[in-house]
DNA sequence: CCGCGCATGTCACTCGGTGTCAAGATGTCA
DNA sequence: TGACATCTTGACACCGAGTGACATGCGCGG
C-alpha cells in the first residue's frame, strides 16, 4: 500500500524541518498538484502516469516513490479523514451517548470539505463518479469501520467479534457520511454539509442510542 | 465493465438453449471453476490470467471475452445477489414496514451463501480478505444502494434526491448484510446467517420504521 | 455445397507498477 | 579540502492486466 520510502512523514519538530524532508515535500506536493489537476479536468483514465510526471517535472518512477498508485494520488486527499473520524471519537466524552459521539466524529472530515469547498468539491466528485477511485475509497472507509467498532466497543465494553452493535453503529454513521458526502457532492456544493449530517443522523439516532 | 458479448446470459427458453449457447456456458463455467479453484488456493495476485486460462484450456484473449476483469471471476459470483434484493424488495407487499421488507430482500443473498455453504464460505472469504476484491465488492454493494434507495423512494413516496431517508434505510439494510457476511466469514461458517441476520436486523429496525 | 456469423487464438501494443543500477546531490567527519 | 556514506533521482528492463486487429475454424441456414 505505502511507497518505498515513508512518504510525507509528519514531521517531528515542524518548525526544523530538515532540507530534505522540505525537498520531498515540495515534489510530493507538485506532484499531487499535478496530478488532480490533470485527472479532475481529463477524467481518471484518460490520463497516464507518464504524463503526470511531465507534468510535474520528474519521472515515472519518481511518481510511484510518492505515491503507492494512481488512485492513491486522490485518495491520500480523504485518507486522513479516516484517522481524523478515529480520533474524534476516542476524544469524545465517556458518558456520551453513541449517536452524538459519533455526530461529531463523521463532522470531522465533513468539516475538512465544508471548509476548502472550491477543491474538495472537485476532488470528491472526481471520486464518487469514477468507479476505481470509488472502490479505493470504499475500501478506506471498511477500514474506518473496523477502527470505529473496535472503538465503540471499547466505549460500551463490548466485543466487537461478539456483539453485533458496534460494526453496525460505526457502519450507520458511515453511511450517513456517505450520504451527506454523495449530496453535497451532487448538489455542487449548494447544500449545506451540516445540515445534512444533522438530517442523516437524525434519521439514525434511534438505533444508535438502543443499545443494550 | 461488461465483457464484450453478453456473458452467460439468461436465456429465454431454458429447454432449448441453442448449441452456441451452451458452448459458451461450458468456457464460462470451465474458466469460472479453474479460477475460483486457483484463486483461493494460491491467493489472488500469486495468479495470473494466462494461468486461468491455461487451467481452463483457453487463451488469455479468450479469458477476457468472458469476464472483464481478473477481479469480475470472483465478484460475479456475489454479483447476482444485488439483483436478487433488489427484486425481493419490489416483490414484498407495500404495506409492509421497511424493516420487514428489507430483511427479507436481504435474506435472499444471505440464504444463497447458507444454501451452498462449502464453496460460498471461501469466495467469501477471498473476497474479504483480499483487497483488490473487496474494493470491487464494495462497488458493487454501492450500487446496490442506488437502486435499493430508488425502490424504496418509490414505496413510501419520497424523492431519494431529496429525502435522505430512502439512501439511509438502504445503507442501514447493506450494512447489516455486510456484518452478517463478516461474521459468518470470520466464523468460519459456524454462525447461523438467519440468526445473525435477525440479530443485525433488530439494532436497526427503529430507525428503519421511523420514517416520516 | 457455399457463405455467413460467431468464437477463438495469435500477435502486437498500451499502461500500471516494480526491481535494479548508476549517477548526482548533500551531509559528515577528519 | 577531500574521502565516505546516504539519499534521491532517472534510465532501463521487466512483468502482468487489458485491448485492438486480424486470421482461422466451426456450425448453421441457404
Do not use: N
Amino acid at each position: 500500500m505505502s511507497p518505498d520510502p515513508a512518504p510525507t512523514p509528519a514531521p517531528a519538530t515542524p518548525a526544523a524541518l530538515s532540507l530534505a524532508e522540505r525537498k520531498r515535500r515540495l515534489v510530493s506536493d507538485e506532484l499531487s498538484e499535478a496530478a488532480l489537476q490533470l485527472l479532475a479536468t481529463k477524467g481518471f483514465d484518460a490520463v497516464t502516469v507518464d504524463e503526470i510526471g511531465a507534468a510535474a517535472g520528474v519521472s515515472k518512477r519518481t511518481f510511484f516513490r510518492y505515491f503507492a498508485s494512481k488512485e492513491d494520488v486522490v485518495v491520500r486527499f480523504l485518507a486522513d479523514m479516516g484517522t481524523g473520524i478515529h480520533a474524534e471519537l476516542t476524544a469524545r466524552p465517556a458518558g456520551e451517548p453513541p449517536s452524538t459521539a459519533l455526530r461529531h466524529a463523521v463532522w470531522v472530515p465533513v468539516a475538512a470539505c465544508a471548509g476548502h469547498s472550491e477543491r474538495a468539491l472537485r476532488v470528491v466528485q472526481l471520486i464518487l463518479r469514477t468507479p476505481a477511485l470509488l472502490a479505493r475509497f470504499l475500501e478506506r472507509q471498511a477500514e474506518w469501520r473496523d477502527h470505529l467498532a473496535a472503538e465503540l466497543g471499547r466505549r460500551h465494553g463490548l466485543d466487537p467479534e461478539i456483539d453485533l452493535y458496534p460494526r453496525m453503529a460505526a457502519g450507520m454513521a458511515l453511511t450517513a457520511f456517505d450520504a451527506v458526502l454523495r449530496r453535497w457532492s451532487d448538489s455542487e456544493g449548494a447544500e449545506d454539509p451540516a445540515d445534512l449530517l444533522d438530517r442523516a443522523f437524525a434519521l439514525i439516532t434511534p438505533a444508535l442510542d438502543a443499545v443494550g
